[in-house]
T-cell receptor
Framework: NAGVTQTPKFRVLKTGQSMTLLCAQDMNHEYMYWYRQDPGMGLRLIHYSVGEGTTAKGEVPDGYNVSRLKKQNFLLGLESAAPSQTSVYFC?????????????FGPGTRLTVT | AQRVTQPEKLLSVFKGAPVELKCNYSYSGSPELFWYVQYSRQRLQLLLRHISRESIKGFTADLNKGETSFHLKKPFAQEEDSAMYYCALMTTDSWGKLQFGAGTQVVVTP
């Protein structure tokens, strides 16, 4: 099992450009999450999904959109990138939202917006 | 709103010495608390969680509702414990949504 994979691993964008980050999991998990990690701020939840076809906003959703067309994939889109979106992005998945189930994290995508 | 505070950005300890990472939270209900760890060049992974009452790699953490704390402890630090540690909280009305602290970098020197 690959677990949670993220594509790409690194990306540099110019301000105003758009891109999509792909997260895939092969564990048949219902829940999927996108976090961003910034120095001194830990991880903050951007958007999450409780199942195929459903998405919801997290703590810092502005400037991002997501889609969950297939259960195994969770896409994070930046329509018009800004320097404030320079960060490391982590995807995670879990069986359900219950605390008895661990969230499994991907390796991260390092995004720089110039 | 709930909040997780890890007051130490960096903790430097000698091998064999005890280590304690502090975590305080603010939430009026009964939270679920977790410790996640990120070793160098590895993914973030769950270390332990309050709901399981477990001890992993010699680490323990006790939930103190009176002091709203969930400090992580290990009696004898090892070099392989060097990593970034995050305390996280989940509330009963927002299952699945983890609120992370800022993290504590632990460096264990021989």
């Amino acid at each position: 099992n690959a677990g949670v994979t993220q594509t790409p691993k690194f990306r540099v964008l110019k301000t105003g450009q758009s891109m999509t980050l792909l997260c895939a999991q092969d564990m048949n998990h219902e829940y999927m999450y996108w976090y961003r990690q910034d120095p001194g701020m830990g991880l903050r939840l951007i958007h999450y999904s409780v199942g195929e076809g459903t998405t919801a906003k997290g703590e810092v959703p502005d400037g991002y959109n997501v889609s969950r067309l297939k259960k195994q994939n969770f896409l994070l889109g930046l329509e018009s990138a800004a320097p404030s979106q320079t960060s490391v992005y982590f995807c995670a998945s879990s069986w359900t939202g219950s605390p008895t189930y661990e969230q499994y994290f991907g390796p991260g995508t390092r995004l720089t917006v110039t | 709103a709930q909040r997780v505070t890890q007051p130490e950005k960096l903790l430097s300890v000698f091998k064999g010495a005890p280590v304690e990472l502090k975590c305080n939270y603010s939430y009026s209900g009964s939270p679920e608390l977790f410790w996640y760890v990120q070793y160098s060049r590895q993914r973030l992974q769950l270390l332990l969680r309050h709901i399981s009452r477990e001890s992993i790699k010699g680490f323990t953490a006790d939930l103190n509702k009176g002091e709203t704390s969930f400090h992580l402890k290990k009696p004898f630090a090892q070099e392989e414990d060097s990593a970034m540690y995050y305390c996280a909280l989940m509330t009963t009305d927002s299952w699945g949504k983890l609120q992370f602290g800022a993290g504590t970098q632990v460096v264990v020197t021989p």
